[in-house]
């Protein structure tokens, strides 16, 4: 089966917080700079870009509850963790 290879990233937004659009921008840039990167490293053959490049999604989680909620043994890792 032949794989698509297209990357989707998502902005995740906490329900106490707004859509920031210098961090899509942000976002946007870092995606564009990894995939010109790949394609560098192997000459040409790189992923493609969903379009939209950086989708939104809202958490129906605050901002607190990421890191107030334990989630392996890590805590710096529990922000990451508890995406949803």
Do not use: C
Not at 9 to 14: A, M
Not at 33 to 40: C, D, F, I, T, V
Not at 52 to 75: K, M
Request: hydrophobic share 30%; net charge neutral; proline share 4%.
């Amino acid at each position: 089966m032949d794989q698509d290879k297209t990357v989707r990233v998502v902005y995740l937004v906490s329900k106490d917080r707004e859509v920031r659009d210098d961090y899509q921008r942000a976002i946007e840039a870092a995606i564009r700079e990894l995939q010109g990167w790949y394609s560098r490293q192997l000459k040409g053959p790189t992923f493609k870009l969903h379009d939209p490049i950086v989708e939104v999604a809202h958490s129906s989680q605050s901002a607190d509850w990421f890191y107030s909620h334990p989630n392996g043994g890590n805590r710096d890792d529990w922000r990451y963790n508890n995406r949803s």
